[in-house]
Structure formats: C-alpha cells, structure tokens
T-cell receptor
Framework: SQQGEEDPQALSIQEGENATMNCSYK?????LQWYRQNSGRGLVHLIL?????REKHSGRLRVTLDTSKKSSSLLITASRAADTASYFC????????????FGKGTKLSVIP | GAGVSQSPRYKVAKRGQDVALRCDPI?????LFWYQQALGQGPEFLTY????????KSGLPSDRFFAERPEGSVSTLKIQRTQQEDSAVYLC????????????FGSGTQLSVL
C-alpha cells in the first residue's frame, strides 16, 4: 500500500520557473525523503528531512515538513530542462519498520 | 562497486516460466532492499536483508516470490510460475546500515510476462 500522495500528478513549467510539489501521508513518521526518477532509470535520493525538522535546503531544493498536517513540499527553484523527471516522496515510520513507503509521484516537465 | 548493479536490464518471460533477477549492491553496504514498481506507480516494498539475514519479507506478494542473499552481498529475487500481474520494474536498493535512511537504487529489471 502507498502512504504518500503527491500533488499534482503532473506539472509542466517553463525553464527558469519554480516548481512546487506536495506530499501528504497518513501515519506518524521518523523521516521523509524525496527521490527523483528519470524515465527508465532507478531512483536518486535528493533530500531527507527528519520528523523534528521543519525545513531543509540543498542547492536549488527546499523541503518543508508539517507533521501536524502530515504533509511535505518540495520546491525546485530556477528549474532547468534537466530537472524533467518524476519526483517521489517516501516516508519511514521507524518503530522497527525497515521499509520506505512511496507515493505515486509527480511527473515534472520543464520546457526549455 | 560504483553503484548498485542489476541484471538483466530487461526480461521477457512466458506465463508460467521461472525467472531470476540479480542485484549487486554497493560494496560494503549491509542493507539490501527489493522494491516492485508498476507502471505509473511508486515503488512498493518487497523484502529487506541485513547482511545475509532476511529480516522482513512482508511485501512479497505470494509464495511464488523468493529472495536470497546467501553471502551478504549479491542478492537474487526469484519468481516462480510467473503471471501477467508480475509484470513490473523490480528495483534493488542498498545502504550502509540504517535501513530507514538514504537508499541507493539500481536501474532496475523490467519484467514483462506474456
């Protein structure tokens, strides 16, 4: 079963614009991670935010986490054509669970 | 190795055939995971190894699915008597220890069952 739900399912923007993707989840978490997947490839880890953190930055990426609303957002600033990919959030519940639970993803298209 | 390596990259099987998918994790990575990704969906957890011990196989969809990692490095996911619903991309991931932390994924094996 999939815990995370990304929103929107698809997003198309012009190069240079910012892209915002949202993720909602259902149960309490230990951390939340964002991954990118280019077509036909494996997933690449982007950023991890822990349940006691509210915001984290990495290069052009900004992630926020609101545990009271059980939601997270990923902002990509100054997008590039190379950012075109699917983006997935994944939650780790901790409490002896080993698995990450992924959402269905947001498909981002950045038009040059 | 430089990254997680999976083989074959593509596999076509006739319904009822057995298949074996291989994963070579990053050298020294203790934790190894298998995930299944259906078209247009996110990955779904299948099983987890810590070294050679299979600590969680709760995601394996049926007893036709079997995974092993006998020497704590290379892992094989075997699917017996394949069915059309087994068609998916099978992803392997590894990391150095803490299973809930950052994962390194392979490119996957795309399985098509005809």
């Amino acid at each position: 079963s999939q815990q995370g739900e990304e929103d929107p399912q698809a997003l198309s923007i012009q190069e240079g614009e910012n892209a915002t993707m949202n993720c909602s989840y259902k149960t309490s978490i230990n951390n939340l991670q964002w991954y990118r997947q280019n077509s036909g490839r494996g997933l690449v880890h982007l950023i991890l935010i822990r349940s006691n953190e509210r915001e984290k930055h990495s290069g052009r990426l900004r992630v926020t986490l609101d545990t009271s609303k059980k939601s997270s957002s990923l902002l990509i600033t100054a997008s590039r054509a190379a950012d075109t990919a699917s983006y997935f959030c994944a939650t780790a519940s901790g409490a002896g669970s080993y698995q990450l639970t992924f959402g269905k993803g947001t498909k981002l298209s950045v038009i040059p | 190795g430089a990254g997680v390596s999976q083989s074959p990259r593509y596999k076509v099987a006739k319904r009822g055939q057995d298949v074996a998918l291989r994963c070579d994790p990053i050298s020294g990575h203790v934790s190894l995971f298998w995930y299944q990704q259906a078209l247009g969906q996110g990955p779904e957890f299948l099983t987890y190894f810590q070294n050679e011990a299979q600590l969680d196989k709760s995601g394996l969809p049926s007893d036709r699915f079997f995974a092993e990692r006998p020497e704590g490095s290379v892992s094989t996911l075997k699917i017996q008597r394949t069915q059309q619903e087994d068609s998916a991309v099978y992803l392997c991931a590894s990391n150095q220890g803490a299973p809930n932390e950052k994962l390194f994924f392979g490119s996957g094996t795309q399985l098509s069952v005809l």
